[in-house]
């Protein structure tokens, strides 16, 4: 049996940190390099990777004791291989890749359009506001109505999209959603027209992150990746399967090493 501490956080039933050890058998084993390069649509070399070791979980390598908060960028990768070793060397909790699109001297041309919907911005008729979460020091705690709340956020953030882009993606992130917008007009858009969209979204009652819609945080998570506090997997979502998609059970999502365990 294994035992994580973590009464600080509530998490919907099945959910919990990973351990090292998982995070090492996940990247060493699991980590689907073919769907990562797949989700770059060919224009993988320039990615920029970063990882943060165990900023929340306060799980991670000794060695790693000073950085463990630290986002660490990882973009001197020889191939998409090497970035798994340099991934497998820290076993963070997290992995994320920088929007931004750089040019060959390392200058920003533009950036992917996202949204982040997290299940903790929901206020929750049991656990209440964000605000009340955080005086308990429960801010990236989640439950079940919250998951469910965020997932229609998720379907209806889309159709709002949808009515101006055409290229869109839904990532289920481990715990609420990404939507990503792959339309060429969107990575031209400036700063104050990204604040705009995510004052409109917000508006329209949607719970987004501005900072991740208007740029300024610039990385998101990896799809495909191990979301090293719920021990789910990153994965792309289809539209139409977000209304009966099902975190706790969908085999896509669950790393093989909870196959043992019988906990939902
Ligand atoms: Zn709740």
Redesign the pocket.
């Known amino acids: 049996m294994i035992v994580v501490c973590m009464s600080q956080y ?1 998490l919907p039933s099945g959910m919990r940190y990973a351990t090292l050890e998982e995070r090492e058998q996940f990247y060493s084993r699991e980590f689907n390099l073919q769907k990562v390069a797949e989700w770059f649509r060919g224009g993988f070399g320039n990615i920029k990777f970063a990882v943060i070791i165990g900023r929340h979980t306060k799980i991670y390598p000794e060695k790693y004791k000073q950085d463990a908060s630290t986002t660490i960028i990882v973009d001197e990768y020889k191939n998409i291989e090497d970035a798994r070793q340099q991934i497998l060397e820290f076993l963070p909790e997290a992995v994320y890749y920088d929007r931004n699109v750089y040019d060959k001297k390392n200058n920003k041309i533009c950036q992917e359009l996202a949204f982040d919907l997290d ?1 903790e911005n ?1 206020t ?5 506001s964000l605000a009340d979460k955080m005086k308990r020091k429960q801010g990236l ?6 998951f469910d709340m965020v997932k229609k956020e998720a379907t209806g953030l889309h159709e709002l999209l949808a009515d101006r882009f055409s290229d869109l993606k839904v990532v289920y992130s481990g715990r609420g959603f990404h939507l990503h917008v792959f339309d060429q007009e969107a990575y031209r858009l400036s700063i104050s027209e990204r604040f705009n969209l995510a004052k409109q979204a917000k508006q329209a009652g949607f719970h987004i992150d501005d900072w991740v819609t208007s740029g300024e945080f610039r990385l998101i998570r990896l799809p495909y990746s191990l979301n090293g506090l719920v021990s789910r997997i990153a994965w792309p979502l289809r539209e139409d399967e977000l209304k009966s998609f099902d975190a706790a059970h969908d085999k896509r999502c669950l790393p093989k090493f909870l196959d043992k365990e019988a906990t939902f």
């Open positions: 509530f299940p929901i929750c008729p049991i656990h209440g705690s989640f439950c079940e109505i919250e």
